[in-house]
């Protein structure tokens, strides 16, 4: 069994800890970040279209930032451990801001694909960043709670995003971008004065005494490497989950979902996009709600029984001929995938511990996420043509509950409070 200085935390770190002001400031640039890339998602694959290079060339300019996110992810993590969380962060919102840019002013398709892809590249870096600094900032036994608050400063985000995309829709497909770039530009400023700020005033609080020196980027610490994590039970099932949950949540989601919706329900565009917001309903109730017990309970039952709901109801999908009961599973789907997230970030967070940089760990961590986004709709897609749409899910299905079994070796990493 793996022990962490974080184990033998003070008892008075307890899940009802507020925290810090500066998790709540990496909660409004989440926000931001999220309701931006919420606008851009729905026209982004319409102003590809519009070159003319064919559908298949437009989803490759979709799926060019996650495939920069994905090889980029190693060279981020090292870095963070290297300059520090706050400045990579902020450096990696001020890339995806002036890619994002570049695109709104692209005048053919291939400077599309090549601005696109760059934004993957500082997308990574403020993803991996915003996951260290989580770690920390929270308290130790409020690291679920952090967790489920910044996620669902994303979800809402991403929710509220397309209704204002779609408000703007008269405004022409290139506005939509420079209003995001604009988004991640003020998230960038306000990181930067509110985190730096905070940081520096937390002497005056009782948590900012206990924490201040270990918020500063500037504080020697030992850098965790991924060979050290590996060792930990908890981290491998953590990556296999985080795999999972990549392959499930965002990537079959996303890509599976619309397309059964109408091909084999016959339902209409418009329908098949609400299939998306009621999984995203599920995932954001669950989330929203899930932190705190996870920080009193443990992260292993909240991780088992959302990879489990989430495997089992994916696997159902595909054998369903009803829209309501299609947009039934897909909200208990969302709430499953909602109870393993937190509990998951939380275990990885409870595995680096406060004394250590774990950006490269942190790292893979990432790319397990965005490997499963990645292979997802491509392998699920083989499947559907060459079978059909419930072999598909049931293979993700499958997926969900060799998690959860996983997840049987690895350990509790909950931090035991003592006095």
Same mark, same amino acid.
């Given at each position: 069994? &793996?022990?962490?200085? /974080? %184990?033998?935390? #003070?008892?008075?770190?307890?899940?009802?800890?507020?925290?810090?002001?500066?998790?709540?400031?990496? $909660?409004?640039?989440?926000?931001?970040?999220?309701?931006?890339?919420?606008?851009?998602?729905?026209?982004?694959?319409?102003?590809? *279209?519009?070159?003319?290079?064919? $559908?298949?060339? *437009?989803?490759?300019?979709?799926?060019?930032?996650?495939?920069?996110?994905?090889?980029?992810? #190693?060279?981020?993590?090292?870095? $963070?451990?290297?300059?520090?969380?706050?400045?990579?962060?902020?450096?990696?919102?001020?890339?995806?801001?002036?890619?994002?840019?570049?695109?709104?002013?692209?005048?053919?398709?291939?400077?599309?694909?090549?601005?696109?892809?760059?934004?993957?590249?500082?997308?990574? +870096?403020?993803?991996?960043?915003?996951?260290?600094?989580?770690?920390?900032?929270?308290?130790?036994?409020?690291?679920?709670?952090?967790?489920?608050?910044?996620?669902?400063?994303?979800?809402?985000?991403?929710?509220?995003?397309?209704? @204002?995309?779609?408000?703007?829709?008269?405004?022409?497909?290139?506005?939509?971008?420079?209003?995001?770039?604009?988004?991640?530009?003020?998230?960038?400023?306000?990181?930067?004065?509110?985190?730096?700020?905070?940081?520096?005033?937390?002497?005056?609080?009782? @948590?900012?005494?206990? &924490?201040?020196?270990?918020?500063? %980027?500037?504080?020697?610490?030992?850098? +965790?490497?991924?060979?050290?994590?590996?060792? /930990?039970?908890?981290?491998?099932?953590?990556? !296999?989950?985080? !795999?999972?949950?990549?392959?499930?949540?965002?990537?079959?989601?996303?890509?599976?979902? #619309?397309? !059964?919706?109408?091909?084999?329900?016959?339902?209409?565009?418009?329908?098949?996009?609400? *299939?998306?917001? +009621?999984?995203?309903?599920?995932?954001?109730?669950?989330?929203?709600?899930?932190?705190?017990?996870?920080?009193?309970?443990?992260?292993?039952?909240?991780?088992?029984?959302?990879? @489990?709901?989430?495997?089992?109801?994916?696997?159902? @999908?595909?054998?369903?001929?009803?829209?309501?009961?299609?947009?039934?599973?897909?909200?208990?789907?969302?709430?499953?995938?909602?109870?393993?997230?937190?509990?998951?970030?939380?275990?990885?967070?409870?595995?680096?511990?406060?004394?250590?940089?774990?950006?490269?760990?942190?790292?893979?961590?990432?790319?397990?996420?965005?490997?499963?986004?990645?292979?997802?709709?491509?392998?699920?897609?083989?499947? $559907? /043509?060459?079978?059909?749409?419930?072999?598909?899910?049931?293979?993700?299905?499958?997926?969900?509950?060799?998690?959860?079994? &996983?997840?049987?070796?690895?350990?509790?990493?909950?931090?035991?409070?003592?006095?």
């Amino acid at each position: 069994m &793996h022990i962490h200085a /974080d %184990d033998s935390a #003070p008892a008075e770190d307890t899940p009802t800890t507020k925290l810090p002001r500066e998790i709540h400031v990496l $909660v409004a640039a989440a926000f931001i970040v999220a309701i931006g890339y919420g606008i851009i998602a729905p026209v982004l694959p319409q102003f590809a *279209a519009s070159f003319d290079f064919g $559908v298949t060339a *437009a989803t490759i300019v979709v799926s060019s930032f996650a495939f920069f996110r994905f090889v980029f992810s #190693p060279t981020s993590g090292r870095l $963070v451990d290297a300059f520090g969380e706050r400045r990579i962060y902020i450096l990696g919102l001020l890339i995806v801001a002036a890619s994002t840019a570049a695109v709104a002013f692209a005048q053919g398709y291939w400077q599309l694909l090549i601005f696109r892809g760059l934004g993957g590249i500082g997308s990574t +870096m403020f993803s991996v960043s915003a996951m260290a600094l989580i770690i920390r900032l929270a308290p130790v036994n409020a690291r679920a709670k952090a967790s489920s608050t910044y996620a669902t400063a994303f979800l809402v985000g991403n929710i509220a995003g397309p209704v @204002l995309g779609g408000a703007m829709a008269g405004w022409g497909m290139r506005v939509p971008f420079i209003i995001y770039a604009v988004g991640l530009v003020i998230a960038a400023v306000v990181v930067r004065l509110f985190l730096g700020s905070t940081a520096s005033q937390g002497s005056s609080t009782k @948590l900012g005494r206990a &924490h201040a020196a270990a918020h500063r %980027d500037e504080k020697p610490q030992e850098v +965790m490497t991924f060979r050290q994590a590996w060792t /930990d039970s908890a981290y491998r099932a953590a990556l !296999f989950s985080a !795999f999972v949950q990549g392959w499930s949540a965002m990537g079959i989601r996303v890509a599976i979902y #619309p397309l !059964f919706a109408i091909q084999a329900l016959g339902a209409g565009t418009a329908v098949a996009g609400l *299939a998306l917001t +009621m999984f995203a309903i599920g995932n954001t109730s669950a989330v929203a709600i899930v932190g705190r017990f996870a920080d009193t309970y443990g992260r292993k039952p909240f991780i088992q029984s959302g990879l @489990l709901v989430l495997g089992v109801t994916t696997a159902a @999908l595909g054998f369903t001929d009803s829209i309501w009961l299609f947009f039934v599973l897909s909200v208990i789907a969302g709430i499953g995938s909602g109870l393993a997230n937190p509990a998951q970030q939380a275990a990885v967070a409870d595995v680096i511990g406060h004394e250590r940089k774990g950006g490269r760990v942190l790292a893979k961590y990432q790319m397990a996420l965005d490997g499963g986004a990645i292979l997802g709709p491509i392998i699920a897609g083989a499947v $559907v /043509d060459r079978f059909d749409y419930s072999w598909a899910f049931v293979l993700t299905g499958l997926l969900g509950v060799m998690a959860a079994a &996983h997840w049987i070796t690895g350990r509790e990493t909950r931090p035991r409070a003592t006095r």
